[in-house]
């Protein structure tokens, strides 16, 4: 096949502006990345054509006569950004991996995300979005401290820090304020829930699903950093100090009910592909866990959260770079001229609803 692998480049960005954050570009990625994408594509076999998703993309393609894309466009601005190049290449009628335009514009808005959890009663914390500093505090969250604020849109930890765990209302309205000056959109203020941070990641389309191994922050990370959550600072900053567990020292139960509970945010959300559902457990709940985003278009670098899980389970990275495509294949009923990887997973539980695809 001819593949346009598709990426935005930290150093192809907009010029932030000087007052923006220093975690302003942490979404992007950065070349020695691409590289590694692009080798794992060729060693299938196939024509690699990498290029930056951009507003040149159009012109970049036209004459190509590419099969597929490979799509890991975090986009460079607007509310929907992530949904930008699949709304582009709908538009050439370009078939493209991972989740379409619908998906990647709602998962990228956690609360919009959480109406839907909340309608198919699927467990998140009780939040509150809010616009500006003021807004009045809803009944749900008054006086429910700790609160927990965070950009409603945004990854890699990007504005997350202890700052993020406010105690009083003049703490919250300070963040609240701080976060709304800092990266111009609308603020998720949630239920603060203490415990670990799980993460479980999957290739695949229901009920062809390859499950890996769940990873669990280890405790030290914390008490080594001094800082209780997995922001922009341990994600990057100071990315080398990572320490987690994989796979996670948890009971069968617990584990099995993650699994369904990221299968489930995958469907309802109709995400594509691959996923990371992110979770924290309620250390004073008997560790009742909480879904707090998923991860519809997840960081799939050589150390992203996703490919350590891989590894976990004797993957390379380039095996998971290249399921990703075997996946989009499957689904869209192309020929895979490899023997397919994934592997149809046995559950212990039903789904609740049946496959729209
Ligand atoms: N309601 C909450 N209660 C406690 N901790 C939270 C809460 N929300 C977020 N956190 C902390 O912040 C971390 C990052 O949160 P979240 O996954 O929402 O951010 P993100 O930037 O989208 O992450 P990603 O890198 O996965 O894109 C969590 O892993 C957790 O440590
Ligand atoms: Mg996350």
Redesign the pocket.
Known sequence: MRIALLYNLAENAPQPDPNAPHDALYELDHPGNVAAYAEALRAGGHEVFPMEGDTGLVSRLKDLNVDLCYNTCEGFRGDAREAQVPALLEMLGVPYTGSKVMTLALTLD?AMTKRILAYYGLPT?AFQEFFSADDPIEARLAGRYPL?A?PNS?????G?SEK?IVRNESELRAQVAYLLNSYHESVLV????EGN?VTVGLVGNWPDLHIFPISMLANELYEDTGVP???SAL?VDQADAYKYHCPAPLPAELADELRRLTVETMRVTETLDFARV?F?LDRHDNNRPYI??I?SLPGITPISDLTLMAQANGWTHADLVYSVLEAAMRRMGLQLDLPARIMRQEYSWVPARSNRR
């Open positions: 956690k914390p927990f965070k945004e990854g890699t930890g990007k997350i993020s949630e239920q603060y829930i941070d959550v997995y922001g994600k992110d924290r707090l985003e991860n």
